[in-house]
C-alpha cells in the first residue's frame, strides 16, 4: 500500500462540515480532498487531461458473468485474501463473494485455537508475536500453473514469512527473515517450480544493527531474500540499493525483480523517498546469484549463517533499469513477454521486454532498452493485473478507477503511432490498490472476474462507527466492457488477493491421523506409551499432568480427572469420529483455553491449573444434538 508515503496527508477535507454525515458525503467531495492530496504529493498531476476522461466504446459488449450464486450451489473460484493487520488470510468463494473461511497465521484466533493449543505454539516458534501485517498471498506453482499444494504470506510487522498447506488449510510453518526489517513484497518462482519463494524487505537498517553505527546512514540497506520453499529456510540474500517494495518473477525461472524506491539513498524521511523523479526496478539473476553462493562469493552476518551476496548496483547478479518515480506494483503479463511497473507517483506504468533481460545481463544492451512502452494511464497507479487476451487493468488510486488498456496498442503508442491504448475507466469505490483477474497472475488467466481492492467504502455501506471496512469490489471483465457487479465489505485492509480456480484446489475432508501438524504430540503419547486413538489415560510426571482423552460425539472419553493445585495440565484430545464437517473443541472454563478438534485430529494444550476445586471443560464446536451436554470436570485438590 501507499502507507509510508502518504500516510499523512488528507484524504478528505476535514473543514468541510458535511464530512461527518457519513451518508451525504458525494464522490465528488471525496475526489476533492483527493485532489489537494496530489498537490501536496507534488505536481505529478500535470499534462494530464487527454486521458482524464473515460472514453466511452458506442459498440461495446458487456460480459455475461453473474455474481449471484442461489443457495446450495458452488462458487467456481477460491479466492486467498489477505487480512492485512489482522495478521490472518481468509478464502473467499468466486463469483458469490462469500467467505468460506478464515485462516489465522500471525495471529491468535479463539475459535481454533491458533496461538493457544501446542501444535500451532510450535507453528508459531513458541516465541513470536501474536499480531501480523500480512499483505501478499501466493499459491505455489509448477510450470506457471497453480498446483494447489503452498500458500505463501509475508508478515510486514514481524518480518516473517509463513506457508499455509491447502490440504488442511493451516498455517505449517513461519520463520522469521534474519538481517532485514519489514518484509513486504512476496511472489513465487513460477518456473519450472516454486523453488524459491521471493521476499522484500523494505526499510534499510544499519549493519551491524547493534547501535554501534545508527546515525551512520551510508551503513544502512535493505536485501532481498530468497526461501526455499520445502524447507522454510532462508536460502540466500541479496544486498541492494534503494528500499524494495514489491516484487515478481517471469515465467523462464531465470528472473525475479523488485521496485525499489530511494534508489539513490538520498533520504530516509518522506521528502527525501520522493525526491527522484526516477526510481528503479531491480533485476535478480538467479542464476548468477546461485552460481555466486556456490562458488562461496558471500558473507554472512553476525546472528545468521545465510549466503549473503552483493546485489548493490555495478554487481553482475543484478541489474537497476530506471522506471519512473516511486514505483509500486510489479506485474508480469500470463504470455510471460513482460512485466509492467507501476509508477505510482508517476501517472505513468513501464513495461519491460522480458526477453531482453538476457543481453542485458550479457552487457549488450542499457538497462533502459529494455522498455518497451511507457505510458500514461491517470494518477497514482499502483498494481496492474491481466485477461489473458491482451489487455491489463491498472488501479489508479487518486482517481478512484480501474483503467483497461491494450498491451499491444500501447507498445504501438510509445512507438509513435496515433493509437488509443486506453480502452475504459471504471469508477471504483474508492482508492483501489491491488486488482486481481481470475487466474491471472499464472499461464491459465481466463478473463472472467476482475477483483478492485478498495482502501475506502466510505458512503457505499451502512455506518458501523469511524472505523470503515474496505470495499472489494467483483467486476465482470468477460466481455469488451467492465461492469461492477458487487460490493464485498471486508475487513483490515486485505491488500491482496488471488484467484484460483476450484480445480486446482484438493482439500481434505477428514485429517489423515499420520498428520505431520501434530506428530510432536503423538511422539510425546508414544513416550507415554499411550495409544491415542484408543486410551483415556492420564499420566502424572513430577508436577506435569497429561491427560489424554478421545472424543466421539457428543461425549469425551473422560468425563472427569484428578490434578493437583499448581499442576502443569496438558490435555490431549484425539476426535474418533470420521464425519465429515463434526469438529470438536475442548475448553476450559476461566482458564483462556479453547482448541479446536478436527474429525481425526490430535490437538493439545497445555495450562496452570491454578484455581482449587472443580473446574468444567466443555466443547464448544456445535457437533451434536447433545453437544451442549459434551463436558465434562476437572478435580483440582489443593
Ligand atoms: S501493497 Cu498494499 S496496495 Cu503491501 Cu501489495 Cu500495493
Ligand atoms: Cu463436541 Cu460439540
Redesign the pocket.
Known amino acids: ?1 501507499i502507507d509510508s508515503n502518504n500516510k499523512d496527508l488528507p484524504l478528505i477535507d476535514t473543514e468541510d462540515d458535511t464530512v461527518s454525515e457519513h451518508v451525504k458525503i458525494s464522490r465528488r467531495l471525496f475526489l476533492s480532498g483527493s485532489t489537494a492530496m496530489v498537490g501536496a504529493v507534488g505536481a505529478i498531476g500535470a499534462g494530464l487531461g487527454s486521458i482524464m476522461s473515460s472514453p466511452a466504446l458506442a459498440d461495446s459488449k458487456k460480459g455475461a458473468a453473474v455474481h449471484n450464486i442461489k443457495p446450495g450451489e458452488l462458487d467456481e473460484y477460491y479466492g486467498f485474501w489477505s487480512g492485512g493487520h489482522s495478521g490472518e488470510v481468509r478464502i473467499l468463494g468466486l463469483p458469490s463473494m462469500r467467505e468460506l473461511m478464515r485462516i489465522p497465521v500471525f495471529n491468535i484466533d479463539s475459535a481454533t485455537g491458533y496461538g493457544i493449543s501446542n501444535e500451532s505454539k510450535e507453528v508459531l516458534n513458541h516465541t513470536t508475536h501474536l499480531a501480523g501485517d500480512s ?2 498471498p501466493h499459491m505455489s506453482m509448477t510450470d506457471g500453473h497453480y498446483d494447489g499444494k503452498y500458500v505463501f504470506i509475508n508478515d510486514k510487522s514481524n518480518s516473517r514469512v509463513a506457508r499455509i498447506r491447502c490440504d488442511i488449510m493451516k498455517t505449517d510453518k513461519i520463520i522469521t527473515i534474519p538481517n532485514v526489517q519489514a518484509i ?1 513484497g512476496l511472489r513465487v518462482q513460477k518456473v519450472p517450480h516454486t523453488k524459491y519463494v521471493f521476499a522484500n524487505a523494505e526499510f534499510v537498517i544499519p549493519h551491524p544493527n547493534d547501535g554501534s553505527n545508527m546515525f551512520d546512514e551510508s551503513a544502512y540497506y535493505t536485501m532481498f531474500s530468497a526461501i526455499d520453499a520445502e524447507s522454510m529456510t532462508v536460502a540466500w540474500q541479496v544486498i541492494v540499493d534503494g528500499n524494495l517494495d ?1 516484487t515478481d518473477a517471469d515465467y523462464t525461472g531465470k528472473y525475479a525483480f523488485s521496485t525499489c524506491y530511494n534508489s539513490k539513498d538520498e533520504g530516509l524521511d518522506l521528502a527525501g523517498t520522493m525526491r527522484n523523479e526516477r526510481d528503479h526496478l531491480v533485476i535478480f539473476n538467479i542464476e548468477n546469484i546461485e552460481a555466486a553462493v556456490a562458488a562461496g562469493d558471500f558473507q554472512t552476518l553476525p546472528g545468521s549463517d545465510v549466503p549473503v551476496v552483493n546485489g548493490r548496483k555495478g554487481s553482475k547478479l543484478t541489474a537497476y533499469v530506471p522506471v519512473p518515480k516511486s514505483p ?2 510489479i506485474n508480469t503479463a500470463p504470455d510471460g513477454k513482460y512485466c509492467v511497473v507501476n509508477g505510482k507517483l508517476s501517472p505513468t506504468v513501464s513495461m519491460l521486454e522480458i526477453a531482453k533481460f538476457d543481453d542485458l545481463f550479457a552487457g549488450k544492451i542499457e538497462p533502459r532498452d529494455t522498455i518497451a512502452a511507457e505510458v500514461e494511464l491517470g494518477l497514482g497507479p ?2 496492474t493485473a491481466f485477461d489473458g487476451r491482451g489487455n491489463a487493468y491498472t488501479t489508479l488510486f487518486i482517481d478512484s478507477q480501474i483503467c483497461k488498456w491494450s498491451v499491444e496498442k500501447a507498445i504501438r503508442a510509445y512507438a509513435g503511432e496515433d493509437v488509443q491504448y486506453i480502452q475504459q475507466k471504471l469508477d471504483v469505490h474508492y482508492q483501489p ?2 486488482n486481481h483477474t481470475t487466474m491471472g497472475e499464472t499461464r491459465d488467466a481466463d478473463g472472467k472476474y476482475l477483483i478492485s481492492l478498495c482502501k475506502f467504502s466510505k458512503d457505499r455501506f451502512l455506518p458501523v462507527g469511524p472505523l470503515h471496512p474496505e470495499n472489494d469490489q467483483l467486476i465482470d471483465i468477460s466481455g469488451d466492457e467492465m461492469v461492477l457487479i458487487h460490493d464485498g465489505p471486508t475487513y483490515a485492509e486485505p ?2 488477493c488471488m484467484i484460483v480456480h476450484r480445480s486446482k484446489v484438493k482439500p481434505a475432508k477428514l485429517w489423515s491421523r499420520d498428520d505431520p501438524y501434530f506428530s510432536s504430540t503423538r511422539a510425546m503419547a508414544k513416550k507415554d506409551g499411550v495409544t491415542l486413538e484408543t486410551d483415556n489415560k492420564v499420566i502424572r510426571d513430577g508436577n506435569k499432568v497429561r491427560v489424554y482423552m478421545t472424543s466421539v460425539a457428543p461425549a469425551y472419553g473422560m468425563d472427569k480427572f484428578n490434578v493437583k493445585l499448581g499442576d502443569e495440565v496438558t490435555v490431549i484430545v484425539t476426535n474418533l469420529d470420521m464425519v465429515e464437517d463434526v469438529t470438536h473443541g475442548f475448553c476450559m472454563v476461566n482458564h483462556g483455553v479453547q482448541i479446536e478438534i478436527g474429525p481425526q485430529q490430535t490437538a493439545s494444550v497445555t495450562f496452570i491449573a491454578d484455581k482449587p476445586g472443580v473446574q468444567w471443560y466443555y466443547c464448544n464446536w456445535f457437533c451434536h444434538a447433545l453437544h451442549m451436554e459434551m463436558r465434562g470436570r476437572m478435580f483440582v485438590e489443593v
Open positions: 500500500m499483505h501478499h513486504h514489491n509500486h506494483g499502483l498494481h490498490g491491488h491488500h491482496d
